[in-house]
């Protein structure tokens, strides 16, 4: 089975694909938490109860479609975790590129190219054509998961 996976900051988002991409929760919680000391162990844990909750044979059936954070430390760790279970990875700053861009567009009275847009706790824009990451931002236009979900996947 195949879940859009989204690499927060110490946690992850999860997203049915089945299901219209649906936010999935686990034991209540709209998230999992992990440590990046303890990657490994999370995405164990993360695989077992996507397992159980899906009634899946076994953990090798859980397959993941990810959006990777924009700390590279964060993504290699993780990556290397959830070796076994990739089955694409998403670039963030291309994702943010590209919904910056259809904002910017589509949408000018929300001013992301003045303001930027916010994500997973910070800022990003477009700064002589590369994806700038900055801290958050109160004037900036904050993402939902639809959004990034539908950059994504389209």
Known sequence: ????????????????LDA???????????????EITK???????????????????????VQF????????TVN??????????IQAKFNIGSVIKKILSVLTKEHPGLRVKDFGINYDGNSFEIINNKVVKNDFDLLAYTLDDATIINSVLH
């Open 1 to 16: 089975m195949i879940f859009l996976l989204f690499i927060g900051k110490n946690k992850f988002h999860l997203f049915d």
């Open 76 to 85: 290699e760790v993780l990556f290397e975790a959830l070796s076994g279970h």
């Open 20 to 34: 219209n991409c649906e936010r999935i929760f686990i034991n209540g919680n709209d998230s999992f938490a992990y």
């Open 65 to 72: 479609q990810v959006l990777e954070n924009m700390d590279s």
């Open 39 to 61: 990657a490994r162990d999370a995405v164990q844990k993360l695989v077992t109860a996507l397992a159980n909750d899906y009634n899946l044979a076994s953990g090798s059936e």
